[in-house]
């Protein structure tokens, strides 16, 4: 008998499972896959995140594999470019892009050596219950062998955004929006050298690239259109891909064309809806994609996985210790979780509707001149700035001000008086 079974092991599930486990509980993680292996994610981890790896005592091990750390934003709306890098959270003042190869196969490690059981290719076939519905437990199959029965007080679901733990639960989503892009992302070799350490994105009309640099001397370079594009994109992915690179970054393009060379397949997906779920019921909960999914844009997935991982071991050593009952302390997690994210939440589905508000379009302005700022907006996306202090009606107010008449009056829309 386990304490906790996680179905699931990448960001979400290895992470929940070490820090259970260096709490002293009995914790078993089932996947389907087996590590090292890939998965369809670019994998831009933000400075919030990287505190969280050197609390766990993880950072220096990922650093250790040379991945180049990004130490610059620069953002291109249109003609207007905004360069700075979010103010560091504690001395961690870099993000990093590791290939999930990488990431996941440390987390992997990093679980079963706090004393978590791993078993790898291992599939979930379903939940088990009580009379009452309680989940008890689940139904698995590791590989060529039969389906057999394992059981635990608690059942954990870190499978991702199509979860069989809230499938069979029932798990409630709210907040959605259906998916709002498509991406399509590969690996070049041969770019200038003064990419290394800068995360560049170009967002012009209805297309987004983003060139984030990663291993072995590589640089991902995604580019991202409206959902209703997919059929279409995926018709001729390459040529789709190249032409949006032309038009929203031609010099990147020419810079591609001049020597840089493509060095793996394209990968993508459009299966990006944006929900919250209700992530907990009687035996069973939720934590990353499977309890909270959002377009990838800002890149916040990997990050919020570790942030809702080590909120949930928290609300799951309350309950274990008897501190609390399990819907108070579970409620207190969905409420930590929901209150750490809406705002980004928000944005996130503004910029992957490739739709900005008037006032947004002249926010950026704002951040084009002023480095502070910048830096202020840049932190948001990291977590490193709170985004409620920098989303306040009177910050934004006081942002605004900066701007002449004329500006000010295209968010109104009435007639510039100065
Ligand atoms: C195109 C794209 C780009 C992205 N870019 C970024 C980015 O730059 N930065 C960022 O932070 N985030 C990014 N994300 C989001 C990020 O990939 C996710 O938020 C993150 O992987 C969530 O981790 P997870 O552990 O919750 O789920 P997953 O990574 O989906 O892991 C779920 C695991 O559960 C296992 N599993 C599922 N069902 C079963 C079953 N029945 N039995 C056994 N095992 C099972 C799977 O094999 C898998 O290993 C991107 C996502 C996409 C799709």
Known sequence: MYD???????????????????KGYRVVVLDRASFPRD????????????ARLRRWGLLDRLTATGCPPVTEALWWFGETSVRGFAPPHGDIAMALAPRRTVLDALLVDAAREAGAEIRESCTVR?????????????????????????SAPIVIGAD?????????????KYNSRPPLTVVYYTYWRGLRPERRHRNEVFLEGDKQIGVIPTHDDAYLIQAARPHDFFGEYRSDIERHYLKAIEEAAPALASELADGAERVERFRGSASLENFYRKPYGPGWALVGDAGYHKDPLTGQGISDAWRDAELLADAVHEVRSGHTDWDTAMAGYERLRNAASELIYEFTCEAASFEFDP???QLVRVLAENR?????????????VPAEEFFAPDNLLSMLARLPAEALAEITGTEGTR
């Open 4 to 22: 906790v079974i996680v179905v699931g092991a990448r960001c979400a599930g290895s992470p929940l499972a070490m820090l259970l486990a260096r």
């Open 39 to 50: 998965t369809v994610s670019t994998h831009y981890v933000q400075p919030s995140g990287l």
């Open 126 to 150: 379903s939940l088990v219950r009580d009379d009452d519905g309680r989940v008890t437990g689940v139904r698995c199959q590791e590989q060529g062998g039969a389906e057999h029965t394992l």
């Open 160 to 172: 991702g955004r199509d979860s069989l733990v809230a499938r069979e639960t029932g798990a409630e």
């Open 359 to 361: 006032m947004t379009r």
């Open 372 to 384: 502070d700022e910048a830096d202020r907006f840049f932190g948001v996306i990291a977590g490193t």
